[in-house]
Each structure stands twice: as structure tokens, then as C-alpha cells.
T-cell receptor
Framework: DGGITQSPKYLFRKEGQNVTLSCEQN?????MYWYRQDPGQGLRLIYY???????QKGDIAEGYSVSREKKESFPLTVTSAQKNPTAFYLC?????????????FGEGSRLTVL | QKEVEQDPGPLSVPEGAIVSLNCTYS??????FMWYRQYSRKGPELLMY????GNKEDGRFTAQVDKSSKYISLFIRDSQPSDSATYLC??????????FGDGTTLTVKP
């Protein structure tokens, strides 16, 4: 079945540590996105990538980094510079050429900083 | 001020009720309008997608867009307990990036 796989589902981190969240898709989508969701709030865009080896900052990129070395993979690193990293992180993808905003989401990764 | 404002809820209705979920927006460049459903601790899933002003129906769900008023709605007829979830409106321009509302949590009681 085609879809988006995020791992790990739950992650605990000590303050000052970097952590990397994995996102893999087999939908053959060109565009991939990372969103952050806090309780009672909508999704805020962290980074997005329209093609391999290229990515752009979203609305809240500070303290995060990404790479896009393969079409299928778009890992997100939450660095120690992110002041409030505890949140629910969602990876999404969409087809290129259709700038309609229709997104397919993974199941999410919940990061807790201890 | 946020570009997209969504009625905050939470909303609690009896089974069989008609539910109305609403969003307003300020950016005239938004052309695509989506509703996503998100169950607890899960990723959102696309429920409805519309492009132009007017209504779009899919089973018990109707999405309504009024571009002149910058207002969109999602109606759920004959609501079921399985409809209990958070509903997120989202909008995008031709650039493809989506802007989301904060979500409305709906509980349908048997």
C-alpha cells in the first residue's frame, strides 16, 4: 500500500540534544513537507521541498534542519537551538504540478523534551 | 491577525444532528479550499477539496465556499459517533503551500 511512514512514533529527548525524525513516502510524490502541531492549534509549516536536493524554509524554520537527498525521504532534525521542541510533528507529501495544496499525511511523531 | 480563522469549538452534538463547521479568511489569493479530518493522535486525512465558490457534496458531507465573503463551511448530515474528530480547514494559493485553521473538535454522542 502506498503511503507515508514516519518514525519513531514517540520520542523523548533531553534538553540540548539533537534528534532526527524520519519520513519516507512511496507515493512517488515530488513535494514533501514538515508541519508542527501544538495542542489546540493548527499546523504550522517548518520546511518544504518541491524537488530533490532543494528545500525552502516555512513559517517556523528556526531551530530545525532538513535534507532531501532522495525523492522518497525527507528527514527533519530538531536541533538544540529549538527553544520549545515538544510537539506533534507531521510529514506530508503532494504531487508536483498540481499546486492545489492537497496533502497526504503520515501518522506523526510525538516529541517530548524532558 | 491570522490569515485563516476557524470557529474554535469544541462542539458536542447528539447522533443524527446536522453539524456546521466554519472558517473565514483574509487572503484573496486563496484559490483552493480543503477540509481535513484528524482523529486523536493521528495524521490528518483529506476529507473534501473545492476550488471555486459553490457547494460540493460527498455522501453526508457538503463543502461550501463563498469567495465574496471569504467564508467556507463544512456540513455533516446525520452525524455519527465515528465523525468525532478534529476538523481542520486549509487553504492554498497557486504556490501550493497550505495555511491551516486551528481546528474544531467535534464530539457526536450516541
Amino acid at each position: 500500500d502506498g503511503g507515508i511512514t514516519q518514525s519513531p512514533k514517540y520520542l523523548f529527548r533531553k534538553e540540548g540534544q539533537n534528534v532526527t525524525l524520519s519520513c519516507e513516502q512511496n507515493l512517488n510524490h515530488d513535494a514533501m513537507y514538515w508541519y508542527r502541531q501544538d495542542p489546540g492549534q493548527g499546523l504550522r509549516l517548518i520546511y518544504y521541498s518541491q524537488i530533490v536536493n532543494d528545500f525552502q524554509k516555512g513559517d517556523i524554520a528556526e531551530g530545525y534542519s532538513v535534507s532531501r537527498e532522495k525523492k522518497e525521504s525527507f528527514p527533519l532534525t530538531v536541533t538544540s537551538a529549538q527553544k520549545n521542541p515538544t510537539a506533534f510533528y507531521l510529514c506530508a507529501s503532494s504531487t508536483s504540478g498540481r499546486a492545489t495544496g492537497e496533502l497526504f499525511f503520515g501518522e506523526g511523531s510525538r516529541l517530548t523534551v524532558l | 491577525q491570522k490569515e485563516v480563522e476557524q470557529d474554535p469549538g469544541p462542539l458536542s452534538v447528539p447522533e443524527g444532528a446536522i453539524v456546521s463547521l466554519n472558517c473565514t479568511y483574509s487572503n484573496s489569493a486563496f484559490q483552493y479550499f480543503m477540509w481535513y479530518r484528524q482523529y486523536s493522535r493521528k495524521g490528518p486525512e483529506l476529507l473534501m477539496y473545492t476550488y471555486s465558490s459553490g457547494n460540493k457534496e460527498d455522501g453526508r458531507f457538503t463543502a461550501q465556499v463563498d469567495k465574496s465573503s471569504k467564508y467556507i463551511s463544512l456540513f455533516i448530515r446525520d452525524s455519527q459517533p465515528s465523525d468525532s474528530a478534529t476538523y481542520l480547514c486549509a487553504m492554498s494559493t497557486n504556490a501550493g503551500k497550505s495555511t491551516f485553521g486551528d481546528g474544531t473538535t467535534l464530539t457526536v454522542k450516541p
